[in-house]
């Protein structure tokens, strides 16, 4: 691969790990998931969702990557981690980052037009502005995190708008809104490790607000999480599945990651972030039983 194949590569996120990269992914599954088994959509039909919205997130996460590296090159310049990336370092064009950026999100336009007139709307809603106004929250807002939260798990209202045809019901926004809950945990954790690289850039951050209280107000937020969690659960009479696997194995989860998050330690902030697609994944597994377990029910 040559150095501008590679840059470009970069510039997409897709030469990370798996894990960091699927966050936007998991909130679509799980919207997905709990609208399946409230419509009892045959199982291959909803394995062909899963991938068809599994892909679309995929893209649109790289085309906001894109994105928010073409509005970022001048305080990436200035953050040591960063400042090797493909614009600020010269590896790639302005004008080709940008052609990736469309080339991006154009199967992503294309796929939402043949969705239920709610779920396209909301799809174009997610792209625009929520995706697309996030890299200049960093300057407007000392809360970025909060609207990437919004953009990253927009999916859950979508989702479930494209199974069942109808506009989100109140369990689906109580989910969403754990949803943005753990986004902000997850990546003011990742935002730490710049702290005073965006100071002295004049980025602002969660990580940057919270200050010294940073790991008790993130705690805070893991509370809102899973009592959102078990409220949307209780509202749409899941199963053991969802209360073992969903509420458990992310009450577990959070409580290791806070407990043994090493903020002197920057590579451990990455690594928590990266963790958290497990986070999604017990969530949704939680789901997918229950669902599963309801159309074994309906056939039996």
């Known amino acids: 691969m040559t150095a501008t194949a590679r840059g470009y590569l970069e510039l997409t996120r897709l030469h990370k790990p798996l894990m960091g ?4 992914v998991w909130p679509c599954a ?12 045959p199982l291959r039909e909803y394995a062909e969702k899963l991938a068809a919205f599994s892909v679309g997130a995929m893209l649109l996460h790289s085309a906001a990557c894109v994105l928010n590296d073409i509005c970022d090159v001048d305080f990436d310049r200035q953050v040591e981690r960063t400042k090797d990336r493909p614009l600020p370092a010269g590896k790639v064009s302005m004008v080709g980052a940008w052609i990736l950026c469309l080339a991006f999100l154009a199967p992503v336009l294309y796929m939402i037009s043949y969705a239920h007139p709610p779920s396209r709307y909301m799809t174009l809603l997610g792209i625009f502005p929520l995706h697309a106004l996030y890299p200049l929250m960093k300057r407007w807002t000392w809360w970025p995190q909060a609207w990437l939260g919004l953009a990253f798990n927009w999916g859950i209202p979508v989702a479930w ?12 926004w109580v989910l969403f809104v754990g949803g943005v809950c753990w986004t902000i945990v997850y990546d003011t954790i990742y ?15 969660c990580a940057l607000l919270f200050g ?8 805070v937020l893991v509370a809102v999480l899973l ?18 696997l969903s509420c458990g194995g992310t009450l577990l989860h959070t409580i290791w990651q806070l407990a043994t998050w090493d903020e002197a330690n920057l590579k451990d902030h990455r690594a928590k972030f990266e963790s958290n697609g497990l986070v999604g994944i017990v969530i949704w597994l939680g789901q997918l039983y229950d669902y599963v377990q309801s159309i074994t029910d309906v056939t039996v």
């Open 212 to 219: 010294e209280y940073v790991r008790e107000i993130l705690a």
């Open 227 to 244: 009592a959102s969690l078990v409220y949307a659960g209780y509202l749409l009479n899941q199963g053991l599945g969802f209360a073992i």
């Open 191 to 205: 935002a730490c490790q710049d702290r005073e690289d965006d100071r002295r850039a004049g980025i602002k951050s």
């Open 30 to 41: 799980w919207g997905l998931t709990i609208a399946a088994r409230e419509v009892s959509l």
């Open 21 to 24: 990269n699927t966050l936007m």
């Open 161 to 172: 708008s494209a199974i069942t045809g109808r506009l989100p019901s109140l369990p689906v």
